[in-house]
């Protein structure tokens, strides 16, 4: 299939570029999140991708390290450092996840991968079939998400997603994020 090839490659093209030209960046943020407690600057943590098939996610690490595994999501319940709010709130915790889509684990446009306490998200990918792409760095349900959007409507982004895939829909995905990113005031 053209399409799947075509993604591939911008995937690749594009992670390659990013991750060469925000290097310095990458660079500089690892040594801060060192400096600050000593510790590696990446966080890992086992995400379901493609098919419910297990991989491991990178993020930069916004948390102390001796920091219990955290099953939620929500920034108020868990404890974040200093850097890793401004991290958090600027996105920049995201772009790890480059590395992930060089692997092939993730895709630049996808359903975002599910935490192994998801269940229910990942029953209903199951149910309407967009657990069979690659997760992805942003996708439908992220340019349509509302704060503390329900599973439920995550679930049915992610399936109205899978159903209409496309080169023009990719290509307004990113379109629609860039919007967001450059209209979004970073909240320090």
């Known amino acids: 299939m053209m399409y799947v090839f075509l993604k591939r490659l911008f995937d690749i093209l594009f992670s390659v570029i990013v991750l060469f030209s925000l290097s310095p960046l990458l660079i500089l943020i690892s040594l801060l999140i060192f400096i600050q407690d000593g510790r590696s600057p990446i966080f890992k943590q086992q995400r379901f991708g493609m098919r419910g098939k297990k991989f491991i996610f990178y993020k930069f690490r916004s948390m102390p390290i001796m920091t219990p595994d955290v099953t939620s999501d929500k920034d108020d319940e868990i404890k974040i450092t200093s850097f ?105």
């Open 84 to 188: 890793g709010k401004i991290l958090r709130r600027s996105n920049m915790d995201e772009l790890p996840q480059f590395f992930n889509v060089l692997k092939g684990d993730m895709s630049v446009i996808g359903p975002r991968p599910g935490i192994l306490s998801q269940k229910k998200l990942i029953t209903m990918r199951k149910e309407n079939q967009s657990i069979n792409i690659k997760p992805g760095l942003t996708g439908w349900a992220q340019i349509n998400a509302y704060d503390n959007m329900p599973e439920i409507k995550k679930a049915q982004y992610d399936g109205e997603y899978f159903e209409k895939m496309s080169i023009m829909l990719d290509l307004f995905i990113i379109f629609k994020t860039i919007i967001y990113f450059t209209k979004k005031p970073p909240k320090y």
